[in-house]
């Protein structure tokens, strides 16, 4: 066995052991990436030099004694989150050559906790996409293929498709990610691992590149549910720099993963049954809740009756928010400027952000400037808030009776690179089973569970209530353990 | 008391309402810990959150909040316990998050009221609309290099409260008791320091014109707006301006002005045709400002005397409507005034106060606030004219000598021998000499010429180079004559 194979579990243990050191690992991981990253594109900055230092400075930690929850872990980062002297990209060109000062909370608490950072991975332009085919320093592939179709690249999904694919091909022991409407669930299924949106307000989002605010939440990928559950511990906690993240106790998420499901309620909802998903993926999620009740859960069918307005409420909501987000990129302060020697005020801004901004971030621009203009604010952005709302409350009614709820992950298992580029609306129906949670601001977490006919690793999701990730954990970690998933792509460090 | 202007087709009646923007008083930005000082050096305020970093929160500071809300105690307005941030997207450069974050559709503050004070001495009710807390922007300067334009970002975050009147003043002079009294109440309360010529406060004037008992008309507003006298001058010339519009047979139309001071006049500055679409949506980095009614409770409490409580316990004190008003405009005057007035004669202090003082503050161009005769040494005076150390006439070169010497009356009175004689021994003697030295007169006197009276007590007193106790002198010569 290599050290990238370990599980980040596993690989704490080794430590602790002595069987490794940080530095070993760390390497490992570094040969791994220049050997496949050239072909998968996950990282866009790898940080060879600087993961070293710090393995060596964790070793040395280590020896005095000093050891962290995460000592001399190598992680990836999806560049998103700000690293204090490290490029940010966030997939795009506009913020190409921008280096923050300053460190993201969610990157800082790794960094508390003895992390290393191996690089910055790939991620849909602004985390907006669903393939990973949107960001300004080319597509990610996806480290699986389909059995008998092997030449046809897949994606990864999106739009944490570096964070998932490095994941999956063993070029880091974990990610962080992030997700506003399935961002971290559909890659982590597309590419056979885990990942986990925890409830909106559990981690900070300050110093993480904002898409839809309302919705974004930074969340881990990993390769099993528990890791998945190491990584949040250190991840979440309440930031007095964020006014929406919330002052709840952290758990020992991982203790909360060998819980067992025995006496829980989980709920089915009637309304994701929807027509046209493959029935490889329904039998796959009736399989997951037979797995369930065999180990002592109960399940209920519930309704969440305001299912079918979800995708429709999430692009107008994220939308919205992205325009006046991503008002700030205005080539004056940092970033990419583009202006003509004659350049006005105005022309300096249509130069930098047409330049700057690629087709699927200025199509969102210029929908959620739409949805807020004037005359048209009432009936697309107020309604869309009035029917989020009542999607929360049809979670609220359905969690009176349920401890969690199960559904697939994805409408399909991950699709080639030329696939759904056409139509930006099938591209937008990846999220249908995930943006709920979002909406809700509730956890969801998603679990390889299966192979698809093709060999492609498909995955379930479970939805917690607020704050409730431990139950989800438990769930997770239950049809983790019945699924029993070992089959590993075929892109990964050590196999080619 | 009714105002209006005289047009060639009959009267009109002016209507306005202003939009004030007043700094917060605070160490620190709205949501942001970057200071908040005037006059740094550019672009040595800001933090990242302020010039609209990537991933950057922001946090609101509570002090801001806690000003707003004294602010609204003190206007006698509604305290709205919800409110909540919006965002006012636009593009500009000295704007580095392309939006402004405001409360736009739920102010923390809501209905209030000024009662304002004009020359006639009559008073007259303004009502408040609202308050809300907003950021400032930061200040673009074109006129550093010929081809560029500088961003200084100081100013961007800053906390400012927009305070919106109701229509209801009638004339200029309105106008600028409205601001003049509203300065008065945020200096009181210490939630912003008033300095209009640091842009800390700044108005938008809001003018249309009427016939007498008419309903509105269409109104102009002019932007920004930064002396009390340049609000009066704009409410006047931007009426004259309409009035001449609808008697031609024109229509006024709703749009953005500026007052140019120099030519007394307005200038259109952007039609309501090109108005930004400011696409207003609540902030979702910001939950909803909720407050508890007990810290309002509190809040109010503490806080300090107003205006016009303040110059309803100065009449109850003895002092006349109008010395209450002079002494009460200025927080700083009113705290020189107490601390004269604290266990003396409030009206012989309030004399002194307007009187003397006010006269060396202009003769010395000094101010209230750094007086050229502390308040403390004024009242030693007092108590030195009261015991009968100092008569009034040697009081007054004693100030005189304080003024220029910052020193205390009990050290010139010393230092200069000037302390009051009531020896009436002493007196006696003195005043004996001067009949002696007047037997003439004092026949004269004796023969019925009383009003020479007088002149035996004048001379007794130059004798005394003016240091004799007059009463005792009045009775020394009484008595010798008598």
């Known amino acids: 066995m290599q050290p990238t194979d370990f599980s980040l579990r596993g690989a704490i243990e080794a430590l602790n052991e002595g069987l490794v050191s940080s530095v070993e690992l760390t390497r490992a991981h570094l040969e791994a990436i220049e050997a496949l990253n050239p072909r998968l594109n996950a990282y866009v900055t790898v940080s060879a030099e600087q993961a070293l230092a710090q393995a060596k400075a964790s070793d040395e930690r280590r020896a005095e004694g000093i050891a962290g929850p995460l000592e001399g872990i190598p992680l990836a980062i999806k560049d998103l989150f700000c690293t204090a002297g490290t490029r940010t990209t966030a997939g795009s060109r506009i913020l190409g050559n921008f280096v923050p000062p300053y460190e993201s909370t969610v990157s800082g608490n790794l960094l508390r906790d003895g992390a290393v950072f191996l690089g910055k991975v790939n991620l849909d332009e602004f985390a907006m996409g669903s393939s990973n085919t949107t960001s300004a320093f080319g597509p990610v592939e996806n480290p699986w293929s389909r059995a008998n179709d092997p030449d046809t690249r897949l994606v990864p999904g999106g739009s944490s498709g570096g964070s998932a694919a490095a994941v999956a091909a063993r070029l880091a022991l974990g990610a962080t990610a992030t997700d506003t409407g399935g961002s971290i669930r559909q890659p982590a299924a597309f590419c056979g691992i885990a990942g986990i949106k925890p409830t909106y307000g559990r981690c900070s989002r300050f110093g993480i590149i904002a898409f839809a605010s309302s919705l974004d939440q930074a969340g881990p990928v990993a390769r099993s549910v528990e890791d998945c559950a190491i990584l949040?511990?250190?991840?979440?906690?309440?930031?007095?720099?964020?006014?929406?993240?919330?002052?709840?106790?952290?758990?020992d998420f991982a203790a909360a993963?060998?819980?067992?499901?025995?006496?829980?309620?989980?709920?089915?909802?009637?309304?994701?049954?929807?027509?046209g998903i493959p029935a490889e993926i329904e039998r796959l999620w009736d399989q997951g809740l037979q797995w369930l009740r065999d180990q002592g859960a109960e399940t209920v069918e519930i309704n969440l009756p305001h299912t079918r307005y979800a995708l429709p409420t999430y692009y107008i909501v994220a939308p919205a928010e992205a325009s006046s987000n991503l008002a700030r990129y205005d080539g004056v302060r940092y970033g990419l400027r583009e202006a003509a020697p004659d350049s006005d005020l105005r022309d300096l801004y249509e130069r930098t952000r047409a330049a700057g901004f690629g087709p699927e971030v200025r199509r969102r621009i210029m929908i959620g400037t739409y949805v807020l203009s004037a005359g048209y604010y009432d009936a697309y952005y107020l309604k869309a808030q009035k029917i989020r709302a009542l999607i929360k409350r049809d979670f609220d009614q359905a969690?009176?009776?349920?401890?969690?709820?199960?559904?697939?992950?994805t409408p399909s298992a991950a699709f080639g690179m030329d696939e759904k580029q056409d139509d930006p609306v099938t591209m937008y129906l990846n999220d249908v089973f995930t943006v709920t949670a979002n909406l809700a601001g509730l956890p969801g977490l998603a679990v390889p569970a299966g192979l698809d006919a093709q060999g492609l690793p498909l995955g379930l999701q479970v939805i917690g209530r607020a704050f409730d990730e431990e139950t989800v954990f438990t769930v997770g970690a239950a049809l983790e353990t019945a699924a029993d998933f070992r089959a590993v792509p075929g892109l990964r460090a050590g196999a080619v | 008391m009714s105002f209006t202007l005289e047009g060639r087709s009959g009267p009109w009646e002016i209507v306005v309402g202003l939009e004030v923007h007043a700094q917060v008083t605070s160490e620190a930005k709205l949501f942001s810990g970057a200071a908040t000082a005037f006059g740094a050096a550019p672009n040595s305020q800001v933090s990242f959150v302020d010039a609209g970093f990537p991933g950057m929160l922001p946090v609101i500071n509570g002090e801001c909040v806690a000003q707003a809300v004294r602010t609204g105690l003190g206007l006698k307005a509604q305290i709205n316990l919800w409110s909540r941030f919006d965002r006012k997207n636009y593009f500009y450069a000295d704007l580095p998050q392309g939006y402004q974050i405001s409360q736009y559709a739920h102010p923390i503050v809501g209905e209030g009221r000024i009662e304002i004070e004009l020359q006639d001495g009559s008073t007259k009710t303004i009502g408040i609309t609202r308050l809300h807390l907003e950021q400032d922007a930061g200040k673009s300067l074109h006129d550093q290099h010929p081809g560029k334009s500088y961003i200084d970002l100081n100013r961007s975050g800053v906390a400012l409260m927009e305070i919106v009147s109701e229509p209801d003043m009638r004339s200029p002079e309105e106008a600028g008791a409205y601001l003049t009294k509203l300065r008065q109440i945020l200096r009181y309360l210490g939630t912003c320091d008033g300095n209009m010529d640091e842009g800390s406060l700044r108005a938008d004037v809001n003018v249309s014109v009427r016939r007498p008992g008419e309903g509105y008309r269409t109104r102009c507003e002019v932007k920004n707006v930064n002396s009390i006298r340049f609000v009066m001058q704009a409410?006047?010339?931007?009426?004259?301006?309409?009035i001449e519009v609808w008697e031609e047979g024109g229509t006024v139309e709703q749009e953005t002005r500026l007052f140019e001071p120099a030519r007394g006049i307005t200038r259109s500055m952007r039609s309501k045709e090109d108005a930004h679409d400011y696409r207003y949506f609540p902030d979702p980095d910001l939950p909803p400002l909720v407050l508890e009614a007990s810290w309002v409770e509190r809040l109010k409490a503490s806080l300090p005397e107003l205006p016009d409580e303040r110059r309803a316990r100065y009449v109850a004190m003895g002092l006349s409507p109008y010395d209450a008003h002079v002494l009460t405009l200025e927080k700083e005057t009113a705290a020189y005034f107490e601390a004269v007035a604290k266990g003396r004669d409030a009206k012989i202090a309030a004399n002194w106060v307007m009187g003397d003082l006010f006269a060396a503050i202009n003769r010395t161009r000094t101010s209230i606030a750094a007086p050229p005769v502390k308040a403390e040494h004024l009242g030693v005076l007092l108590d030195l004219m009261q015991d009968g150390t100092l008569s009034g006439k040697l009081a007054k070169e004693v100030f005189e000598a304080m003024v220029e010497t910052g020193k205390s009356p009990g050290a010139i009175v010393e230092e200069r021998g000037l302390r009051q004689v009531t020896d009436a021994g002493a007196i006696k003697r003195i005043a004996a000499g001067v009949l002696e030295a007047n037997a003439g007169k004092v026949a004269e006197y004796k023969a019925g010429k009383e009003k020479l009276f007088g002149f035996f007590v004048g001379q007794t007193m130059k004798a005394m180079q003016g240091k004799?106790?007059?009463a005792l002198v009045n009775e020394a010569v009484k008595k010798l004559l008598g």
């Open chain 1, 232 to 251: 949040l511990r250190s991840m979440a906690g309440f930031d007095p720099k964020d006014s929406t993240s919330v002052d709840v106790p952290v758990p």
């Open chain 1, 257 to 275: 993963c060998a819980r067992g499901v025995r006496g829980l309620r989980i709920g089915v909802p009637r309304e994701y049954r929807l027509e």
């Open chain 1, 399 to 409: 969690f009176q009776g349920v401890d969690a709820i199960v559904t697939p992950a």
């Open chain 2, 235 to 242: 409410v006047e010339a931007e009426a004259r301006r309409q």
């Open chain 2, 468 to 470: 004799g106790n007059p």
